[in-house]
């Protein structure tokens, strides 16, 4: 059997941080599972600032047409020769505002308790799971982390309550952001850890976040992680495996340049969703103005 040259996509909805700037709104105000606006953010160069629109809260009833979103990116991904998705939970895009007690203000049966709270993403997972199949599903999740301003007053009772959770659905792997990536671009000491949601979790586990190559083999090994994800260096390094192999020195990753290209990544992905798969990819939170 061949394999797939295009494995996986990630079908995902922005929230309160939707860039209209870059992605066109169409005159629609996000929403998110708040209505609280975001407060201005230094952008990537370091010096401007930029500016979001506020939100609406997502009613009650509209939340089940957005799990439907996720189903149908789903299954389109799939139509279109995908091998599988992995739903974004994390880095403080929609379902994350959902799962944070520091984003989430709801006081229906979407928000308040743990339970509450990560409801929507498990509907997510049931849905994209019911329509493709387990072992096409993968999960995104940053309970440590506070991106955005989504943060969590105990994030290692979220990582724990939603790795048992997806146990019950025989997804094919988590993929989780180690706790030392609290913020974008910054690596923490911290005594925190991922081992708790590895031990926990029933299948394949994934861990992410400023990793180099010693630091990954040492992570398999000690049973840390079942694959260690990389990103900023495979930007630096398109043959990254191959570099590893021979332990050849890698490129230095520039931020700016791999912050401009992943920008430039996403524009590409979002008109391929939109006007190649019909895959809805409507603002989710806050639009981002200048």
């Known amino acids: 059997m061949v394999a797939s040259k295009v494995p996986l996509l990630t079908p995902y909805k922005m929230g309160r941080f939707n860039l209209s700037h870059r992605f066109p709104a169409q005159g629609k105000v996000p929403v998110s599972s708040t209505d609280q606006p975001l407060t ?4 990537a160069n370091g010096i401007d600032e930029d500016q979001f629109t506020p939100p609406r809260k997502l009613r009650t009833e509209e939340i089940s047409e957005v799990v439907k979103d996720f189903k149908i990116a789903a ?3 799939i139509d279109a020769g995908f091998d599988g998705v ?5 880095h403080g895009y929609l379902i994350d505002q959902f799962m944070k007690d ?3 203000d709801r006081t229906d049966e979407y928000g308040g308790s743990l339970e509450n709270r990560c409801r929507f993403a498990l509907e997510v997972v049931e849905a994209v799971v019911n329509e493709v199949g387990a072992d096409r599903v993968g999960f995104r999740l940053s309970p440590f982390a506070n991106y955005m301003e989504s943060g969590d007053s105990n994030p290692k009772a979220l990582g724990l309550y939603m790795v048992k959770s997806l146990n019950k659905y025989g997804i094919l792997y988590c993929h989780m952001i180690e706790p030392r990536m609290k913020k974008l671009g910054e690596k923490h000491e911290t005594p925190d850890s991922l081992q708790p949601m590895k031990d926990a979790f029933k299948g394949t586990f994934m861990a992410a976040g400023g990793y180099d190559r010693e630091e990954g083999n040492k992570a398999l ?8 994800a990389y ?3 495979f930007l630096a390094n398109p043959d990254l495996p191959r570099r590893f192999e021979l332990n050849a ?12 290209l992943i920008l430039l990544l996403v524009t590409l992905i979002t008109h391929f969703l939109n006007l190649v798969l019909s895959i809805p990819t409507k603002s ?7």
């Open 40 to 43: 201005p953010q230094i952008s």
């Open 102 to 104: 520091q984003v989430n």
């Open 86 to 90: 992995e739903i974004h939970g994390a």
């Open 221 to 228: 090994v000690n049973n840390h992680a079942d694959l260690v």
């Open 284 to 290: 989710i939170r806050y639009h981002l103005v200048k």
């Open 231 to 233: 990103g900023r260096w």
């Open 249 to 260: 020195p890698l490129n230095k990753y520039n931020r700016d340049t791999s912050t401009s």
């Open 75 to 77: 299954r389109n991904a």
